[in-house]
């Protein structure tokens, strides 16, 4: 129908055109829309803390000791049941957070700006690896380290980037992407890139030598630290599709370890969900699936534009991660071409001839073909408190796509628009 297409042609273009940049960082009370001390965004749709799985229990409880609210997980525990405080998506408030996604008042994020319509989505920092906060961590050492990235990372990269000027990141990530990153579960590139940019400005700062190695110690150490800048470069980059009447393009999918939700762009915020996935993967040593919490983190937001598993075939490395062969690597970003409508114009695949990522998810070729949404993530154990146990892949449950186009089609119905 020519109104759908004439939509999604706009849709398109917003994706095309958007020039997501980051412009700074701040203080989430400061600088995210609606922040609160009582407020603690969380991954994926809404939810209650008695729905909330184990690790997004276990991120919870650390940032409310993160911020001084509880002395004490059973505190902690105690406070998060009583409705003092208050649960909301990250999604509902320009953010996203990658895993449990948990976001609090005084945790330091990136500012991006999306230049052509001048959007903001906001990011907090890249943890690492295993026992962190995202992935349900809570003990002393998680909470010693998120104040080491508020007290000393965050002053220094902020400078820092004062310093430089605005850092372009579609072209960092269209960058990576030719240099062998997705850029959700493999940003060795992406990081790489984001230290050479910012180098010479942090030896300018004004902090000591010692603050400015261990800032370069640690981004060195940790290859995610990037997702946190695409991530929101993609948040950035989606957000202003939700505005486009008609539309039939998925402009959010995230998950927060009981619930997958998706928001379609002619369907504005409304949320369309069904329980969330196990991850098929690799498990580190004395884990199993049986140790898997369901999938979890806003992280998916990259596979909405384009990137992450559906730009795996520039990604053969990725594999060593989440599982499978470099050919199946490339059989997924060749599968995803079928439920999208565009190809990139920025991120361009060598190992496909340089063919544009898969861009642009309908929910009606999802439902015509039957084919879901690839996405590679981390896997978080059941319980609150251990961690990171592996990485694979996941897909959405169908039944997000089928409850979503059922909406899209009645309210075309009730618009007398398919009379």
Known sequence: MQFIEEANKKALEMMQKAQPTLVGMGIAGDVVPGMHKKLVMHAGPPITW???????????????????????????????????????????????????????????????????????????????????LRYGA??????????????????????????????DLKNMIAQSVQMGDEVHNRNKATTSLFIRELASSIVKTNSSQEDQVKVFDFLNSNDHFALNLSMPA?????????????????????????????????????????????????????????????????????????????????????????????????????????????ESESYKLPPMNFRGSPTGIDIRLVIETQIRPVINTGIAHKEAGIGQVGAGIVYPPMKCFEDALECYVGLLEEEGMLA
């Open 50 to 132: 008695e729905k909330m799985s184990g690790p997004l229990r276990g991120a919870v409880i650390g940032g409310l000791i993160y911020e001084g609210l509880a002395a004490t997980p059973e505190e902690a525990e105690a406070l998060a049941q009583s409705g003092e405080i208050e649960f909301d998506p990250c999604h509902h408030h320009n953010s996203v957070g990658p895993m449990a996604g948990v976001t609090t008042y005084s945790m330091p994020v990136f500012i991006i700006e999306n230049k052509t319509e001048g959007n903001f989505a906001y990011c907090t920092q890249n943890e690492g690896l295993g026992k962190v």
């Open 138 to 167: 809570y003990d002393q050492s998680v909470i010693d380290h998120l104040k080491w990235m508020e007290k000393t990372l965050y002053p220094i990269l902020k400078e820092a980037i004062e310093i430089h000027g605005p850092i």
């Open 234 to 342: 993609a948040k950035a980059t989606m957000d202003p599709l939700g505005k486009i009447e008609h539309s039939s393009v998925v402009y959010t999918m995230c998950r927060n370890g009981t619930e997958f939700g998706i928001r379609v762009a002619g369907l504005g915020n409304r949320w369309f969900t069904a329980p969330a996935e196990i991850i098929d993967g690799l498990y580190f040593p004395g884990y199993s699936m049986d140790d898997a919490n369901p999938d979890i983190g806003d992280s998916c937001i990259t596979e909405t534009m384009g990137i992450g598993g559906f730009a795996m075939a520039t990604a053969p490395a990725i594999v060593q991660f989440v599982g499978g062969t470099p050919q199946d690597a490339m059989n997924f970003t060749t599968q995803m071409y079928e439920i999208t409508l565009e």
